[in-house]
Each structure stands twice: as structure tokens, then as C-alpha cells.
């Protein structure tokens, strides 16, 4: 009798760890999201860096949206996929993504300034989605002239 105990602490005790970490991380599911731009003046050619870390319990929705008033452009959207075994792998997914300006984007847009956004969410869990994780950059867009005077 005290083997079969033993035996089921050495088996329950790490599922009951896993399992705890799985449940935190299927409630939380995105890690950390981080927006960077090499200049406030958005111009062409000039690249926007994203980088989402997820959780892997499910599949995370990365979007990088650029905004001025009330017009808004969805400039990427990128799936960070989950384990293959999502429950008991405690592995982080990934994505750095990198998103280059180009001229005929910026001239859909008004001179001045816009907020650029990285929106992260993941899918459904236990009923529930989580709220996203969002970064967010106040940046400039420069008038036509100035942008193709460089």
C-alpha cells in the first residue's frame, strides 16, 4: 500500500503542476506584445517591428493597425500557432514580424498624427476570451512632399 501511494504522488503531483501552470496560461494565453519604429516620422521604407510572445495553449491573432480619425488600415495580421500538445507543453510561441512602410499605404492617410497599434488576442477558453494585449505608438505621417523629398 505505501508503494501504490508513492507511486501516485510520483505521477498526480507533476499533473497537478502542469496543470495549474496550463490553467494560468489558458486564462492569460498572450505573454507580451512589443511595438517598435526606428522613427515617429512613418516614411517608405522605413520598417515597423512587432514582436508577440503566446502562451501556446491556443492559437494567438496578432493585428498591426495604423489609425488616424476615423480611418483605420489593418496593415498585418499574423496566427501564432498553439502546441501540439497544448495542455501539458509549457513552451512559449513567437512571432517577430517585421512590416516595411510603402508610399502608396501613407498616401491613403492625411499628414499628421496617427496612432499605430499591435493588437494581440487569443481564441476562446473555458468559455471565456481574454481581453487583448495591446501596444500602442503615437507616430507621424509626413505630408506627400516631405516623403518623397528624402
Known amino acids: ?20 501552470f496550463s490553467g494560468y496560461r489558458a486564462w492569460v494565453q498572450v ?3 512589443a ?5 515617429r516620422d512613418l516614411r517608405p521604407g522605413a520598417v515597423i517591428d512587432v514582436e ?14 495604423l489609425e488616424q480619425g476615423w480611418h483605420a ?4 495580421v499574423h496566427r501564432i500557432p498553439s502546441n501540439h500538445t497544448a495542455s501539458l507543453d509549457p513552451r512559449t510561441q513567437s512571432a517577430h ?10 498616401e491613403r492617410f492625411h499628414a499628421g498624427d496617427a496612432v499605430l ?26 505630408d506627400a512632399g516631405a516623403t518623397s523629398g528624402d
Not at 511595438?35 to 522613427?39: A, G
Not at 488600415?73 to 498585418?76: N, S, V, W
Not at 514580424?97 to 501613407?106: F, N
Open 52 to 65: 508577440a510572445v503566446s502562451w501556446a495553449r491556443t492559437t494567438v491573432t496578432v493585428r498591426l493597425i
Open 117 to 142: 497599434r499591435a493588437h494581440a488576442i487569443g481564441g476562446p477558453q473555458w468559455l471565456r476570451t481574454p481581453p487583448p494585449k495591446v501596444q500602442q505608438i503615437v507616430v507621424r505621417i509626413p
Open 1 to 20: 500500500m505505501i508503494a501504490l501511494r508513492w507511486l501516485t504522488r510520483m505521477v498526480f503531483v507533476p499533473f497537478a503542476v502542469f496543470g495549474g
Open 73 to 76: 488600415e489593418t496593415l498585418l
Open 35 to 39: 511595438l517598435f519604429v526606428s522613427d
Open 31 to 33: 505573454k507580451s506584445v
Open 97 to 106: 514580424l517585421m512590416v516595411p512602410v510603402e508610399g502608396a499605404m501613407l
